[in-house]
Protein backbone atom coordinates (compact mmCIF):
# COMPACT_ATOMS: atom_id res chain seq x y z
CA UNK A 1 0.00 0.00 0.00
CA UNK A 2 1.39 3.50 -0.86
CA UNK A 3 2.30 5.71 1.69
CA UNK A 4 0.07 8.28 0.89
CA UNK A 5 -2.93 6.25 1.27
CA UNK A 6 -2.16 5.19 4.38
CA UNK A 7 -1.04 8.54 6.16
CA UNK A 8 -4.67 9.84 4.55
CA UNK A 9 -6.08 7.26 6.55
CA UNK A 10 -4.28 7.75 9.62
CA UNK A 11 -5.03 11.20 9.58
CA UNK A 12 -8.80 11.08 9.32
CA UNK A 13 -8.52 8.88 12.03
CA UNK A 14 -6.31 10.92 14.07
CA UNK A 15 -7.42 14.69 13.26
CA UNK A 16 -11.39 13.86 12.40
CA UNK A 17 -11.57 10.68 14.60
CA UNK A 18 -15.20 11.14 15.34
CA UNK A 19 -15.89 10.69 11.12
CA UNK A 20 -15.86 6.78 11.92
CA UNK A 21 -18.35 6.39 14.21
CA UNK A 22 -20.42 6.60 11.17
CA UNK A 23 -18.64 3.93 9.28
CA UNK A 24 -18.54 1.81 12.06
CA UNK A 25 -22.25 2.15 12.18
CA UNK A 26 -22.64 0.80 8.61
CA UNK A 27 -19.98 -1.34 9.16
CA UNK A 28 -20.95 -3.28 12.35
CA UNK A 29 -24.25 -2.23 12.41
CA UNK A 30 -24.22 0.06 15.41
CA UNK A 31 -25.98 3.19 16.37
CA UNK A 32 -23.45 5.61 17.14
CA UNK A 33 -24.61 9.54 17.69
CA UNK A 34 -21.41 10.86 17.50
CA UNK A 35 -20.68 12.35 21.04
CA UNK A 36 -18.74 8.99 21.90
CA UNK A 37 -15.62 9.52 23.15
CA UNK A 38 -12.58 7.29 20.82
CA UNK A 39 -9.61 6.24 22.62
CA UNK A 40 -6.80 5.12 20.91
CA UNK A 41 -4.26 2.42 21.88
CA UNK A 42 -0.69 1.91 20.68
CA UNK A 43 -0.52 0.39 17.45
CA UNK A 44 2.96 -1.43 17.50
CA UNK A 45 2.72 -5.10 18.27
CA UNK A 46 5.82 -7.97 18.83
CA UNK A 47 3.83 -11.09 16.93
CA UNK A 48 5.16 -14.20 18.36
CA UNK A 49 6.43 -16.75 15.57
CA UNK A 50 7.57 -20.54 16.59
CA UNK A 51 11.52 -20.69 16.24
CA UNK A 52 12.27 -17.13 15.48
CA UNK A 53 12.19 -13.73 16.41
CA UNK A 54 9.11 -11.83 17.65
CA UNK A 55 8.24 -9.82 14.71
CA UNK A 56 7.42 -6.02 15.16
CA UNK A 57 4.00 -5.37 13.63
CA UNK A 58 2.12 -2.13 13.30
CA UNK A 59 -1.53 -2.31 12.95
CA UNK A 60 -3.51 0.60 10.82
CA UNK A 61 -5.81 1.15 14.01
CA UNK A 62 -6.84 -0.14 17.68
CA UNK A 63 -8.94 1.65 19.39
CA UNK A 64 -12.20 2.08 22.05
CA UNK A 65 -15.63 3.50 21.52
CA UNK A 66 -16.94 4.60 24.94
CA UNK A 67 -20.24 4.77 23.89
CA UNK A 68 -23.50 3.50 26.68
CA UNK A 69 -20.81 0.47 26.78
CA UNK A 70 -17.37 -0.05 25.65
CA UNK A 71 -16.42 -1.80 22.10
CA UNK A 72 -12.84 -2.27 20.56
CA UNK A 73 -12.25 -2.18 16.82
CA UNK A 74 -9.36 -2.75 14.98
CA UNK A 75 -9.11 -1.29 11.22
CA UNK A 76 -7.19 -2.56 8.59
CA UNK A 77 -6.88 -0.27 5.31
CA UNK A 78 -5.48 -2.17 2.10
CA UNK A 79 -5.47 -1.02 -1.48
CA UNK A 80 -5.34 -4.27 -3.60
CA UNK A 81 -6.43 -7.82 -1.68
CA UNK A 82 -3.36 -9.73 0.08
CA UNK A 83 -3.87 -13.06 -0.03
CA UNK A 84 -2.30 -13.59 3.73
CA UNK A 85 -4.18 -10.25 4.68
CA UNK A 86 -6.63 -12.77 6.76
CA UNK A 87 -3.64 -14.40 8.56
CA UNK A 88 -1.83 -11.13 9.56
CA UNK A 89 -5.51 -9.70 10.82
CA UNK A 90 -5.89 -12.26 12.74
CA UNK A 91 -2.50 -12.25 14.50
CA UNK A 92 -2.71 -8.46 15.09
CA UNK A 93 -6.34 -9.61 16.89
CA UNK A 94 -4.73 -11.92 19.03
CA UNK A 95 -1.99 -9.70 19.63
CA UNK A 96 -4.16 -6.65 20.86
CA UNK A 97 -6.09 -9.59 23.13
CA UNK A 98 -2.80 -10.53 24.69
CA UNK A 99 -1.26 -7.63 25.12
CA UNK A 100 -4.73 -5.90 26.67
CA UNK A 101 -5.42 -9.34 28.35
CA UNK A 102 -6.11 -9.86 32.23
CA UNK A 103 -4.40 -12.91 33.70
CA UNK A 104 -5.40 -13.63 37.12
CA UNK A 105 -6.57 -16.18 39.68
CA UNK A 106 -5.00 -18.86 37.21
CA UNK A 107 -7.42 -17.08 35.00
CA UNK A 108 -6.29 -15.79 31.46
CA UNK A 109 -9.48 -13.30 29.97
CA UNK A 110 -8.87 -11.99 26.57
CA UNK A 111 -11.22 -10.03 24.43
CA UNK A 112 -10.50 -9.78 20.87
CA UNK A 113 -11.86 -6.64 19.30
CA UNK A 114 -14.30 -5.82 16.20
CA UNK A 115 -12.33 -6.09 12.98
CA UNK A 116 -12.39 -4.59 9.76
CA UNK A 117 -10.64 -4.40 6.55
CA UNK A 118 -11.20 -1.11 4.40
CA UNK A 119 -10.51 -2.09 0.76
CA UNK A 120 -9.02 0.65 -1.93
CA UNK A 121 -9.51 -1.67 -4.99
CA UNK A 122 -11.43 -4.57 -5.31
CA UNK A 123 -12.74 -7.02 -7.66
CA UNK A 124 -15.85 -9.27 -8.28
CA UNK A 125 -13.07 -11.58 -6.50
CA UNK A 126 -12.73 -9.69 -3.37
CA UNK A 127 -15.10 -11.41 -0.47
CA UNK A 128 -17.62 -9.75 0.84
CA UNK A 129 -16.33 -10.75 4.30
CA UNK A 130 -14.20 -12.67 5.81
CA UNK A 131 -14.83 -15.70 8.49
CA UNK A 132 -12.84 -16.37 11.54
CA UNK A 133 -13.41 -20.46 13.00
CA UNK A 134 -11.73 -21.18 15.70
CA UNK A 135 -11.74 -24.80 17.25
CA UNK A 136 -11.09 -25.41 20.85
CA UNK A 137 -11.44 -28.66 23.21
CA UNK A 138 -14.60 -27.30 24.17
CA UNK A 139 -16.51 -26.93 20.91
CA UNK A 140 -16.14 -24.52 17.70
CA UNK A 141 -16.89 -20.73 17.58
CA UNK A 142 -17.08 -18.50 13.94
CA UNK A 143 -17.66 -15.10 13.59
CA UNK A 144 -17.36 -12.11 10.57
CA UNK A 145 -14.57 -10.09 10.07
CA UNK A 146 -16.68 -7.48 7.41
CA UNK A 147 -14.73 -5.92 4.32
CA UNK A 148 -15.69 -2.33 3.31
CA UNK A 149 -15.05 -1.53 -0.23
CA UNK A 150 -14.87 1.85 -1.77
CA UNK A 151 -16.57 0.78 -4.83
CA UNK A 152 -19.21 -0.55 -2.77
CA UNK A 153 -20.23 3.14 -2.38
CA UNK A 154 -21.32 6.16 -4.63
CA UNK A 155 -21.25 9.98 -3.80
CA UNK A 156 -24.60 10.36 -2.74
CA UNK A 157 -24.45 7.21 -0.59
CA UNK A 158 -21.29 8.27 1.09
CA UNK A 159 -23.62 11.66 1.82
CA UNK A 160 -26.55 10.07 2.90
CA UNK A 161 -25.13 7.42 5.03
CA UNK A 162 -22.50 10.39 6.43
CA UNK A 163 -19.57 8.31 5.02
CA UNK A 164 -17.54 11.55 5.17
CA UNK A 165 -14.31 9.41 6.16
CA UNK A 166 -14.50 7.61 2.68
CA UNK A 167 -14.18 10.78 0.73
CA UNK A 168 -10.34 11.24 0.03
CA UNK A 169 -10.18 7.75 -1.17
CA UNK A 170 -13.85 8.41 -3.81
CA UNK A 171 -11.18 8.99 -6.54
CA UNK A 172 -10.48 5.26 -6.68
CA UNK A 173 -13.64 4.82 -7.84
CA UNK A 174 -12.60 6.12 -11.23
CA UNK A 175 -8.80 4.58 -11.80
CA UNK A 176 -10.13 2.54 -14.58
CA UNK A 177 -11.21 5.40 -16.49
CA UNK A 178 -8.24 7.40 -16.03
CA UNK A 179 -6.91 7.26 -19.48
CA UNK A 180 -10.22 8.11 -20.98
CA UNK A 181 -10.44 11.16 -18.90
CA UNK A 182 -6.92 12.02 -19.75
CA UNK A 183 -7.41 11.68 -23.17
CA UNK A 184 -10.83 12.99 -23.66
CA UNK A 185 -11.45 16.58 -22.31
CA UNK A 186 -15.69 16.46 -22.46
CA UNK A 187 -14.92 12.74 -19.85
CA UNK A 188 -12.50 14.90 -17.72
CA UNK A 189 -15.45 17.11 -17.71
CA UNK A 190 -17.48 14.64 -16.05
CA UNK A 191 -14.89 13.67 -13.83
CA UNK A 192 -14.41 17.37 -12.25
CA UNK A 193 -18.39 17.95 -12.35
CA UNK A 194 -18.87 14.96 -9.66
CA UNK A 195 -15.65 16.41 -8.01
CA UNK A 196 -17.68 19.77 -7.71
CA UNK A 197 -20.74 18.00 -6.61
CA UNK A 198 -18.47 16.30 -3.69
CA UNK A 199 -16.96 20.10 -2.67
CA UNK A 200 -20.54 21.69 -2.43
CA UNK A 201 -21.94 19.03 -0.95
CA UNK A 202 -18.80 18.80 1.62
CA UNK A 203 -19.61 22.61 1.81
CA UNK A 204 -23.20 22.16 2.94
CA UNK A 205 -21.75 19.47 5.80
CA UNK A 206 -19.73 22.21 7.29
CA UNK A 207 -22.55 24.66 7.29
CA UNK A 208 -24.76 22.56 8.83
CA UNK A 209 -22.68 21.81 11.42
CA UNK A 210 -21.88 18.16 10.53
CA UNK A 211 -18.86 18.77 10.06
CA UNK A 212 -16.29 21.66 11.27
CA UNK A 213 -14.28 24.00 8.72
CA UNK A 214 -11.15 22.31 9.73
CA UNK A 215 -12.44 18.62 9.07
CA UNK A 216 -13.61 20.41 5.49
CA UNK A 217 -10.36 21.45 4.52
CA UNK A 218 -8.68 18.51 5.50
CA UNK A 219 -10.63 15.78 3.60
CA UNK A 220 -10.03 18.17 0.56
CA UNK A 221 -6.67 18.28 0.98
CA UNK A 222 -6.29 14.78 1.53
CA UNK A 223 -8.24 14.26 -1.74
CA UNK A 224 -6.29 16.15 -3.50
CA UNK A 225 -2.70 14.03 -1.99
CA UNK A 226 -4.38 10.85 -2.76
CA UNK A 227 -5.53 11.76 -6.31
CA UNK A 228 -1.92 13.18 -7.18
CA UNK A 229 -0.56 9.87 -5.97
CA UNK A 230 -2.97 7.22 -7.61
CA UNK A 231 -3.20 9.11 -10.83
CA UNK A 232 0.44 10.29 -10.80
CA UNK A 233 1.23 9.30 -14.91
CA UNK A 234 -2.43 11.20 -15.52
CA UNK A 235 -1.07 15.29 -15.38
CA UNK A 236 -5.06 16.42 -17.01
CA UNK A 237 -6.84 14.51 -13.92
CA UNK A 238 -4.18 15.47 -11.85
CA UNK A 239 -5.23 19.30 -12.17
CA UNK A 240 -8.64 18.93 -12.81
CA UNK A 241 -9.23 17.34 -9.36
CA UNK A 242 -6.79 19.32 -7.84
CA UNK A 243 -8.43 22.95 -9.43
CA UNK A 244 -11.72 21.78 -7.20
CA UNK A 245 -9.79 19.72 -4.04
CA UNK A 246 -6.05 21.71 -3.74
CA UNK A 247 -3.75 22.24 -0.63
CA UNK A 248 -1.00 20.65 0.35
CA UNK A 249 -1.28 18.06 3.20
CA UNK A 250 1.45 18.76 5.50
CA UNK A 251 1.26 21.68 7.80
CA UNK A 252 -2.22 23.37 7.14
CA UNK A 253 -3.17 26.26 8.74
CA UNK A 254 -6.10 24.75 9.71
CA UNK A 255 -4.37 22.48 11.81
CA UNK A 256 -1.98 24.86 13.06
CA UNK A 257 -4.91 27.02 14.48
CA UNK A 258 -6.27 23.67 15.95
CA UNK A 259 -3.88 22.36 17.84
CA UNK A 260 -3.02 25.59 19.12
CA UNK A 261 -6.13 26.66 20.08
CA UNK A 262 -6.68 23.35 22.09
CA UNK A 263 -2.94 23.68 23.57
CA UNK A 264 -3.62 27.58 24.40
CA UNK A 265 -7.32 26.88 26.28
CA UNK A 266 -5.77 23.67 28.20
CA UNK A 267 -2.88 25.53 29.32
CA UNK A 268 -4.12 28.66 30.34
CA UNK A 269 -7.56 26.98 31.43
CA UNK A 270 -5.42 24.85 34.05
CA UNK A 271 -2.80 27.20 35.10
CA UNK A 272 -5.91 30.31 35.75
CA UNK A 273 -8.77 27.84 36.42
CA UNK A 274 -10.64 31.16 34.93
CA UNK A 275 -13.47 30.87 33.17
CA UNK A 276 -13.16 34.21 31.30
CA UNK A 277 -9.92 32.08 29.59
CA UNK A 278 -11.52 29.17 28.49
CA UNK A 279 -14.51 31.34 27.26
CA UNK A 280 -11.57 33.13 24.44
CA UNK A 281 -9.84 29.80 23.62
CA UNK A 282 -14.05 28.44 22.72
CA UNK A 283 -14.32 31.83 21.02
CA UNK A 284 -11.00 31.05 18.91
CA UNK A 285 -11.69 27.66 17.90
CA UNK A 286 -14.95 28.90 16.75
CA UNK A 287 -13.61 31.77 14.13
CA UNK A 288 -10.18 30.26 13.59
CA UNK A 289 -11.09 26.38 13.12
CA UNK A 290 -14.91 26.91 12.55
CA UNK A 291 -15.93 24.52 15.24
CA UNK A 292 -19.48 24.33 17.47
CA UNK A 293 -19.62 25.32 20.89
CA UNK A 294 -19.62 21.58 21.71
CA UNK A 295 -16.92 20.63 19.37
CA UNK A 296 -14.60 22.97 20.95
CA UNK A 297 -15.81 22.00 24.62
CA UNK A 298 -14.95 18.56 23.78
CA UNK A 299 -11.50 20.00 22.11
CA UNK A 300 -10.65 21.75 25.59
CA UNK A 301 -12.14 18.80 28.07
CA UNK A 302 -14.22 21.52 29.10
CA UNK A 303 -16.00 20.33 32.37
CA UNK A 304 -19.66 19.63 32.38
CA UNK A 305 -19.84 22.61 35.27
CA UNK A 306 -17.62 25.14 33.45
CA UNK A 307 -19.67 24.82 30.20
CA UNK A 308 -22.96 25.64 31.86
CA UNK A 309 -20.59 28.72 33.32
CA UNK A 310 -19.21 29.32 29.90
CA UNK A 311 -22.70 29.08 27.99
CA UNK A 312 -24.05 31.71 30.57
CA UNK A 313 -21.64 34.23 28.87
CA UNK A 314 -22.18 33.25 25.31
Request: hydrophobic share 35%; glycine share 6%; charged share 30%.
Amino acid sequence: MGNIYDSAFRTMLNDCSSLILPVLNETFREHYTGTEKIEFYPNEHFVEKQDEINEKRITDTNFVVKGKIEKKYHWECRSTIDSKMLIRLFEYDAQIALDQGICENGILTVEFPNSAVLYLRSTSKTPKKYLYRLKTPCGSLEYDVPIIKIKSYNLEDIFQKKLLFLLPFYIFNHEDRFEQYEKDPKKLEELKAEYIILSNRLKECAENGQICAYDKRLIERLTAEVVKAIAVHYKNVVQGVGEIMRGPLIDIPERKYHEEGIKEGMEKGIEKGHIGTLLSSVKALSTNVGYSVEQAFNALSVSQEDRQKILALL
